[in-house]
């Protein structure tokens, strides 16, 4: 069996041959194909950010995963895509990350949900 440790390449590249050939490809990939993409990159982006404050706003209601698995009703794995999908959104875990604008405050949810909840009528009424 041969031993190339005695005549190793300058880097892990090589000579970088294919790293220049890809190079080549991909900027011109995207000069013709990001213009065309952009528009469904950037409506994909903001709908994807919608969910993640929505789920922010859900973790502070319903008092973080355990509410949200137990009272929300998801999935344990669920829950965690979604913090994993947030942390790399945001940077920060759902629990420590702020919004600046933006306060939560569950007691007032939650006792005007109760007070919509009793103003309903039952079926049958």
Known sequence: MA?????????????GT??????????A???????VARPAIEAWSRKQVIELVGFWVAWHLYGGFEGLVERA???PSTVWRKVKRFRLAFGEHPDVFRMPGVEVTPEVFWE???????RKPTAGE
């Open 112 to 118: 005007h949900a109760a007070e919509i909840a009793a």
């Open 73 to 75: 009703g998801l999935s």
């Open 3 to 15: 031993d190339f440790r005695a005549d190793p390449m300058d880097s892990p590249e090589g000579t």
């Open 29 to 35: 990939f995207n000069r013709v194909a990001l213009p």
């Open 18 to 27: 294919a790293r220049k050939a890809w190079d080549a490809y991909a900027n």
